[in-house]
């Protein structure tokens, strides 16, 4: 086709070759929306397994990415110990202390009831009241003993890693809002980079068209701009991870780099807020696969304290209870105590949330983090099936690109 006669087919046609820069844009955008939402949409498959249907990328790798997001967090950002550190062993007895009190009190009644209901029945009421009180001064320095040795021992009783694959790998929803929150803006810059890349590219194709009128030019370019906008609009997000000066004037730095002192302040709100909070500490330590070591630390101190107060009529206690029966007393008395413990210890979570500070370490440790560290906060949940969403866009592009063709044929 020769120029006189693509210069008259573009003054007749101008509002159709017009479009087809907006319509590449339009393209470009709609498969970048398309890619995000595919990544964290649905939280559950919907089609027919194991081909025929769709799981967001993240939902669908759950136990991965929690895995990957618990590694950079556990190694980089928080050491258990540092953190537990940070707690005063007093002060959470004084926290709890009146409903420790209370609890001490009941224990102490059902333990009696249960294994000598007569001799208690039997106590005049200010013997109870001795015993009782004899009880309650005992049971903030077992408090302040347990936390001790909590703290000099938390590896023993807590597992951080553990307790953050297991939330996040069950709470899909939640894991979705981890990525997606600290990712919003790289989100929309991958959305409006498709309208830039997308109209550039629909420029060429525009002349292509009227150069050719091949009706496989349209679906091939659009092919070509959602692959090559989604894959571009990926690799800006992390590169280069240092400012640079292309063509020396244009500067740029991966969005996500850029952004790195907001990035950790929105990272360590949620972790602190949803993740490695005051109750999720307490169920790993009361129910994790740990739980066994917090559980013989309670009951060795109960049973010392028990011990401690029988002083020198314990051979008599023993005695008249039985050996076996006043061990198997203490340790029901502890087993009392555990059940207890998360009633009683939630009344110094606004002590330790402020005393454990997780949200600031956090923040402060990830602002020091490399580029690279820095980038596997985020780059994973991207680079094992980034292929699969830089597909979706190619064919999504291709589609549009055929009913382009349509327009111009009819």
């Known amino acids: 086709m020769d120029t006189d006669a693509i210069l008259a087919d573009l003054a007749e046609h101008w509002p159709v070759y017009a479009a087809i820069p907006f319509i590449a844009a339009l393209i470009g955008y709609v498969t970048k929306r398309v890619a995000i939402e595919m990544m964290f949409r649905p939280l559950r498959f919907v089609g027919i397994r194991p081909f025929l249907g769709w799981q967001g990328v993240l939902p669908a790798n759950a136990e991965r990415m929690a895995a990957i997001a618990t590694e950079t967090l556990t190694k980089d950002l928080v050491d258990p110990k540092e953190i537990f550190a940070r707690l005063d062993p007093e002060q959470v007895a004084k926290e709890v202390e009146g409903p ?50 909590v703290a000099d021992n ?16 069950r709470d899909k929803a939640l894991l979705n809002s981890l990525i997606r929150d600290i990712s919003r803006t790289e989100m929309r810059f991958i959305a409006r980079s498709g309208i830039y890349f997308g109209f550039a590219l629909g420029i060429v194709q525009l002349f292509v068209w009227a150069s050719t009128k091949e009706p496989l030019v349209m679906p091939a370019a659009g092919f ?13 997000i992390f590169l280069p991870r240092e400012p640079r000066t292309f063509l020396g004037v244009y500067r740029w730095q991966g969005v996500f780099q850029k952004r790195r002192h907001q990035v950790a302040a ?50 008599f206690v023993a005695f008249t209870v ?22 009683t210890v939630h009344h110094a979570e606004e002590y330790a949330v402020g005393a454990l500070d997780v949200r600031n370490t956090i923040v402060e440790r990830m602002r020091g983090l490399g580029p690279l560290q820095f ?30 063709v349509l327009l111009m044929l009819h």
């Open 154 to 169: 938390i590896e023993d009783v807590f597992d951080l890693k553990h307790m953050v694959v297991t939330n996040l790998a």
């Open 266 to 315: 929105d990272y360590g709100d949620m972790i602190a807020s949803q993740i490695i909070t005051v109750p999720n500490i307490l169920e790993a330590v009361l129910r994790g696969p740990k739980s066994d070591r917090l559980f013989d630390m309670i009951q060795r101190e109960v049973q010392r304290a028990i011990d401690g107060q029988a002083g020198a009529v314990k051979p």
């Open 322 to 343: 039985g050996t076996r029966r006043f061990q198997d007393m203490k340790r029901a008395a502890a087993a009392k105590a555990m059940d207890r413990l998360p009633e």
């Open 100 to 149: 420790l009190l209370e609890a001490v009190d009941d224990v102490t009644r059902e333990v009696m009831e249960q294994y000598q209901p007569h001799v208690w029945e039997a106590l005049p009421p200010n013997a109870r009241r001795m015993l009782l009180a004899r009880v309650r001064a005992q049971a903030p320095r077992s408090i302040t003993t347990i936390m001790r040795q």
């Open 375 to 404: 980038e596997a906060l985020l780059r994973p949940a991207f680079r094992q099936d980034e292929w699969k969403l830089i597909m979706v866009g190619a064919v999504i592009g291709g589609f549009v690109g055929e009913l382009q």
């Open 224 to 236: 070509v701009i959602g692959w090559v906008t989604d894959w571009l609009a990926l690799k800006m």
